[in-house]
């Protein structure tokens, strides 16, 4: 299977903020089948970490991710993944080595490799599947090569920068990701929990983390599905449509975030997130979206606090 996404205005959607071209490759991706149960990635994805990270955003129930998602994560990167599921499709794992040096300045041996695995697995689900737990983890190992920086924005789109590590050097970084998750009908709660830990002594060996926990309602009683394959949750599917005489999807969200970026001889920050929205899908290709938080923020020895709301259309096509 060949995959291929770009994307226009790319330095607008912070694929790259130093770019300016309106014309960015996004994914660029072969996938090839070894087994029935074990399939081989090759090319610019995602990198096999964090359900939250790996859910696109037109699925989940809040416009952006997490602020720890967001600041310690990559978004996509260039590879190689295996990946497979087993044990009645209950367990799913991957595992891939990176090398980002096709959109670097560096070359392949100069550039900073690194290691991602997941592993999930479902040790409850109802034979109907309207009920179900989802766990798992996953690790990363960067080799920090070209230095480290971790910031996010307060989980809203072109905010400026709320935390920031700034640039450093450091021997390595091992991340650590533990993700929960219970649908049961129209009913979700999911959460993450993540650890990134940094090899460099003369900062102290800093250890930044963040957490976010999540739950949803769908006022009008679909229940979002479970990819197997992926260890994912997929798109809200619509009952009753408006192209049907239907009146759409309602899913309502809230979700507690927070990001610490302070630790050794590293200021990079805090900040706690509380985000309520709601989603209406008047079919499944047109959805609106309202976004509104309330942000707590303490940086470079300041306090403050902050209110976003976005409001989103979307209409797409698959």
């Known amino acids: 299977t ?6 226009t205005n790319s330095f607008d959607s912070e694929f790259d903020p130093d770019e300016t071209d309106d014309f960015k490759w996004f994914d660029y991706r072969l996938d090839i089948p070894l087994t029935d149960h074990v399939t081989m990635s090759m090319g610019k994805q995602k990198e096999p970490i964090s359900l939250a ?33 087993a044990f009645d499709e ?25 290691y991602t695995g997941r592993f999930t697995w479902l040790p409850m689900i ?57 649908r049961r009908g129209p009913v979700w709660i999911q959460g993450e929990w993540t650890r990134n830990a940094i090899d460099a002594p003369d900062l102290g060996d800093p250890v930044f983390s963040g957490w976010h926990i999540i739950s949803s309602w769908t006022v009008t009683g679909e229940t979002r599905p479970y990819n197997k394959r992926n260890g994912i949750f997929g798109p809200l599917p619509v009952a009753r449509d408006t ?33 309520a929205a709601a989603t209406w899908w008047a079919t499944r290709s047109f959805n ?31």
Do not use: C
Not at 101 to 111: L, Q, R
Not at 292 to 314: C, H, K, P, T
């Open 2 to 7: 060949y995959s291929f996404w770009v994307a």
């Open 53 to 85: 990270r790996l859910m696109t955003l037109t699925w989940n129930p809040m416009q952006e991710r997490a602020a720890a998602e967001n600041a310690m994560m990559e978004s996509r990167n260039v590879g190689v993944t295996l990946s497979g599921r």
């Open 90 to 114: 209950r367990v799913t794992w991957a595992g891939g080595v990176f090398n980002n040096w096709i959109d670097s300045d560096e070359s392949f041996s100069d550039n900073a490799r690194q």
């Open 126 to 182: 109802s034979e109907d599947e309207s009920n179900l737990i989802h766990l798992g983890v996953s690790v990363r190992y960067d080799e920090a090569k070209q230095g480290l920086q971790y910031n996010s924005g307060p989980e809203v789109r072109d905010a400026p920068l709320f935390v920031d590590t700034g640039l450093f050097d450091a021997n390595s970084a091992t991340l650590f990701n533990l993700e929960a998750g219970w």
């Open 243 to 275: 192209e049907h005489g239907g009146h759409g999807a309602l899913e309502l969200a809230l979700r507690w975030s927070e990001i610490d970026l302070t630790s050794g001889a590293i200021n990079g920050g805090e900040m706690q997130v509380a985000k």
């Open 288 to 318: 609106v979206s309202l976004n509104y938080q309330w942000i707590w923020n303490e940086f470079n020895g300041s306090e403050g606090r902050a209110d976003g709301f976005v409001l989103r259309a979307m209409v797409f096509t698959k």
